[in-house]
């Protein structure tokens, strides 16, 4: 089988949901303590290295922004000197600081990759960890993939277990179990064997957080998810290989990951344990995990492209009555409600997580870039008239969570109808960004900041970094100073 075309297999409830081979925790450490780099496939660790920059570029591109410098401040102020380069950044801060800060900034523009079917931002924690325990260790690039590789696996399968059920209770799968690949990444690195890395898992389950009330009036706090697990897997891993003691059964105990944060009802129904450990080895998740084509929420995407799709056909914005957006009813109360906040997005993030004003604003201005979550664009009348005009409704036959759907019907004024449908997302496994794509991407965002001549340099240090003597050395050039 081609990891290339692998999709992740949903079992269904009639084939078992408990993971065959042992508990969940102890496969994870026998899996990351174990896993040989050669047994990667050469198109998997390519890939990876793809992922990361993809990730590098977009923390370059958030230093642009004012969270950005607020942030480091903070961080700053708690903090002393220390050698892990802050991407796109004056800064060099110690491990787990670091670790936060380059979170941060993966994740601050909403346009790092997504695991589909896991409904997490696995690289945006463990290339963070990894990096962190690189310069503990003084791992080098080779090291350093198989680490992040590690922690992708682990965070994307932990993710598709608890099958899109995180969301519907107002928790960021990204903060949720992204602190456990991060734990696994870090501990690979720091020399961990299984037994330490079992109890470092158990410790993390007691940093594993995430909340979503930044919906609420786009706080910055999403932002800081990434970055918390990437600090929260480097402590665990620490603590573990002292001998630190972690909980037992993390994730299928009593007051375990699944149990604690959906409760014991309806939502612990619908999960799937056997999908936490699927194919470890043999089957790679990380070549189902989604390079974003937009800055915008992923569950938004599929809306995006067909309103895209149409714009041309349809003509201007001033002619059209109504939209009706069908998105998976598992989106709904990220991207769609409150329907009065999601008419008028206050900030960036508002925006990002508005299906409303995005389809309005890829309809008004014929593309969805960053410059369309500017101010200037939130305040664009033409815009705002119309994103009133859009009503969202359930998408029935969508595949959601293998993919995110959309579907845009569009009703002139002299009676005309449109219709597009995207019933698998860009970027989603079988419709990946090319290699090639997600470079041009990475140069987009990386030449917000750097000079021509440096976004060049940076690229081939990640993308040779299998060949790299020191991991550290080949992204301390992301640091300004």
């Given at each position: 089988r081609s990891v290339m075309n692998f999709q992740p297999k949903i079992v269904g409830s009639d084939e078992g949901t408990q993971?065959?081979?042992?508990?969940?925790?102890?496969?994870?450490?026998?899996?990351?303590?174990?896993?040989?780099?050669?047994?990667?496939?050469?198109?998997?660790?390519?890939?990876?290295?793809?992922?990361?920059?993809?990730?590098?570029?977009?923390?370059?591109?958030?230093?642009?922004?004012d969270f950005a410098h607020k942030t480091l401040a903070g961080i700053r102020a708690l903090s002393g000197p220390g050698e892990v380069p802050v991407f796109g950044m004056p800064a060099r801060?110690?491990?787990?600081?670091?670790?936060?800060?380059?979170?941060?900034?993966?994740?601050?523009?909403?346009?790092?990759?997504?695991?589909?079917?896991?409904?997490?931002h696995p690289t945006a924690s463990a290339l963070p960890a990894a990096l962190a325990a690189a310069q503990i260790s003084g791992a080098s690039g080779r090291e350093m993939v198989t680490a992040f590789i590690i922690g992708v696996e682990a965070a994307a399968r932990i993710g598709m277990a608890a099958k899109s059920q995180f969301h519907q209770v107002g928790h960021h799968p990204t903060g949720m179990v992204g602190v456990f690949g991060a734990t696994l990444a870090a501990g690979r690195l720091l020399g961990l064997n299984a037994r330490a890395m079992v109890h470092a898992q158990g410790i993390a389950l007691s940093m594993a957080s995430g909340s979503l009330q930044f919906?609420?009036?786009?706080?910055?706090?999403?932002?800081?998810?990434?970055?918390?697990?990437?600090?929260?897997?480097?402590?665990?891993?620490?603590?573990?290989?002292?001998?630190?003691?972690?909980?037992?059964?993390?994730?299928?105990?009593r007051f375990g990951l699944f149990n604690s944060y959906l409760g014991c009802g309806p939502r612990t129904a619908e999960l799937d344990f056997s999908l936490a450990t699927a194919g470890l080895g043999e089957t790679w998740e990380l070549m189902a995990t989604a390079i974003k084509p937009f800055p915008t929420c992923h569950f938004t995407h599929?809306?995006?492209?067909?309103?895209?799709?149409?714009?041309?056909?349809?003509?201007?914005?001033?002619?059209?009555?109504?939209?009706?957006?069908?998105?998976?009813?598992?989106?709904?109360?990220?991207?769609?409600?409150?329907?009065?906040?999601?008419?008028?997005?206050?900030?960036?993030?508002?925006?990002?997580?508005?299906?409303?004003?995005?389809?309005?604003?890829?309809?008004?201005?014929g593309q969805l870039t960053l410059s369309e979550l500017e101010p200037d664009a939130l305040r664009d009348e033409t815009i705002l008239a119309l994103t009133r005009r859009v009503r969202f409704a359930d998408d029935p036959d969508s595949p959601f969570p293998a993919a995110y759907s959309g579907e845009v019907l569009i009703k002139t004024k002299d009676g005309r109808e449109f219709l597009h449908r995207e019933h698998i997302n860009r970027g989603a496994a079988n419709r990946p960004l090319s290699n090639g794509e997600i470079v041009a991407k990475y140069r987009d965002n990386a030449a917000m900041t750097f000079g021509a001549e440096r976004v060049a340099r940076l690229e081939a240090d990640v993308l040779e970094l299998d060949a790299a003597a020191s991991a550290l050395e080949a992204f301390s050039g992301f640091a300004t100073a």
């Open positions: 993971p065959d081979g042992g508990p969940i925790e102890q496969q994870l450490a026998d899996f990351a303590a174990g896993l040989d780099h050669d047994a990667i496939p050469a198109q998997v660790r390519t890939r990876a290295v793809h992922h990361m920059l993809d990730a590098a570029g977009i923390a370059v591109a958030s230093t642009r922004y801060l110690p491990a787990r600081d670091g670790a936060i800060m380059n979170g941060y900034l993966c994740h601050g523009l909403d346009y790092d990759d997504t695991h589909i079917a896991g409904i997490v919906l609420e009036d786009g706080a910055w706090t999403k932002r800081l998810h990434p970055g918390w697990a990437a600090s929260s897997g480097l402590t665990a891993a620490s603590l573990a290989r002292e001998g630190f003691h972690g909980a037992s059964a993390p994730y299928d105990g599929g809306a995006i492209d067909a309103a895209l799709a149409l714009r041309d056909e349809v003509g201007a914005a001033e002619g059209i009555e109504s939209i009706l957006v069908k998105v998976p009813e598992g989106t709904h109360k990220t991207i769609c409600e409150p329907e009065e906040k999601k008419f008028a997005p206050q900030n960036d993030y508002d925006a990002k997580f508005s299906v409303q004003f995005l389809v309005a604003a890829a309809l008004v201005r």
